[in-house]
């Protein structure tokens, strides 16, 4: 799966790298995806077709979550404001 997902967005193949993220996704699940997206710099768009790709669901508009995320990306915040954001409206953040 994440090497299909690698090959479709053209990133290179490591093998170490392949073992970390898998790594990283058993302990942060769609998380790391966000994290991913932000580190990338992705758009709302990519981003979308990145979390279809792997397997999550894209952004639903009636979770407030969900709403706030897609705000950070629209607004082209980095991680940071996007963590700022989601604790302001009382949510845990995404990189612990």
Known sequence: ML???FENFGYVKNTLAVFD???RLVFM???FFYNLAFGLELTLETTERFLMLAG???F???HKRDSLLKYAFLNNMNISEA???LVE???SVMTE
């Open 3 to 5: 090497v299909c997902l």
């Open 21 to 23: 993220l898998v790594y």
């Open 29 to 31: 699940g769609c998380y």
């Open 56 to 58: 999550y669901r894209n």
């Open 60 to 62: 639903y508009p009636r």
């Open 83 to 85: 963590d700022s954001l």
């Open 89 to 91: 409206y009382g949510f």
